[in-house]
């Protein structure tokens, strides 16, 4: 095996810790010694023990350490947080050599590690497997570069580019656009991510509770932007105990406890953003409707683009947002078109 292969399999460990890792990043280590693995770990859960440390733990044989290389996903901690520097631990665990994908853009870190191992005498290549580290830790990037979550939108759309019906007299209910295989897929992606962000109108017409149900995981911390406090008191999302946030410009009192209300002097997609910031939230999926998603795209506030396109035809309704991308991934699920694009802003 090769540096490449042993940082693929760092990196696949990295993955198990999802969104129990956030706000801190997703890593994986792994430890060889004379082409074996001996060691191995992840970063399982914030403010429990990084990759490096489950890693040299997992080693039954700490006298092999000094004569092994250690792979590492993102670059080794310089500082103390919740735990203490794992730069430290590479250095006092003397390390043959150390691996690493690529560089952490947190300021506390960026170069610090990679910079501490190296001085210790101990030889240190960056840059193993980097793009795909970057993609695994996007969301992480993402907040401490831009200094905002991830923004994932998510739309349905008929072939002939409608997201729903034009909706009289009230009318209310779901309009179900894709297969119903589609839904738990959807339910996935809303559990790998810490927020779920909807316009006021998806609840009043939906009756949306922007929950997993379709599948094992934590729900997303939902936000609706509500300008007039228009959703009706009878809506799934005030009955569950799901934490939620309204955004607002009124003031307002007697909701659920797990209901925040959250007046903001002016909505805007900044200022939910930098709110979200602000709660430590690296990333949020955006699922409607129309003038919320459109928002987004017209600020150019986007990351990733996730496209549903159902078989059915509407020829009139609510349209689809218009949107330029970079296509990275087109798959079929039954009937249904998936297409993902990336902002290439």
Not at 150 to 159: F, R, S
Not at 317 to 342: C, E, H, R
């Amino acid at each position: 095996m090769e540096d490449k292969d042993y940082m693929q399999l760092a990196i696949d460990l990295a993955k198990k810790g999802g969104r129990n890792a956030a706000p801190n990043p997703m890593v994986g280590s792994v430890i060889v010694y004379n082409n074996e693995i001996i060691g191995k770990g992840y970063h399982q859960k914030c403010g429990e023990a990084h990759a490096e440390v489950n890693a040299v733990n997992s080693v039954l044989d700490k006298t092999l350490l000094p004569h092994s290389t250690i792979y590492v996903s993102l670059e080794p901690c310089a500082h103390f947080g919740k735990t203490p520097p794992c730069a430290d631990l590479i250095i006092a665990s003397k390390f043959k050599r150390c691996v690493i994908a690529c560089t952490d853009p947190f300021s506390e870190v960026s170069g610090k590690g990679n910079a501490r191992i190296q001085a210790a005498g101990i030889e240190t290549t960056v840059g193993v497997l980097e793009q795909e580290a970057l993609e695994l830790n996007k969301r992480f990037f993402t907040f401490h570069q831009k200094k905002r979550p991830y923004v994932i939108l998510k739309w349905a759309q008929t072939q002939d580019g409608f997201i729903d019906i034009n909706r009289d007299n009230n009318q209310k209910g779901q309009f179900w656009i894709t297969q119903p295989e589609t839904k738990k897929l959807v339910h996935q992606w809303r559990s790998e991510e810490q927020a779920i962000l909807v316009g006021w109108k998806t609840i009043a017409n939906d009756d949306a509770s922007l929950t997993v149900r379709e599948v094992e995981g934590k729900n997303p911390t939902r936000f609706v932007i509500d300008p007039q406090l228009s959703i009706p008191k009878s809506a799934q999302l005030f009955k569950d105990d799901v934490p939620t946030v309204i955004y607002t410009l009124k003031e307002a009192t007697d909701f659920p406890g797990h209901v925040e209300v959250k007046r903001l002097s002016e909505i805007t997609v900044s200022n939910i953003l930098d709110d979200l910031y602000a709660r430590n939230i690296l990333s949020v999926f955006v699922e409607g409707g129309a003038f919320t998603l459109k928002e987004f795209i017209a600020t150019s506030l986007w990351d990733e683009a996730r496209i549903l396109t159902g078989e059915a035809e509407l020829e009139q309704g609510v349209q689809a947002p218009n949107i330029t991308g970079k296509v990275v991934q087109q798959d079929k699920l039954g009937k249904d078109q998936i297409s993902i694009l990336y902002n290439k802003l």
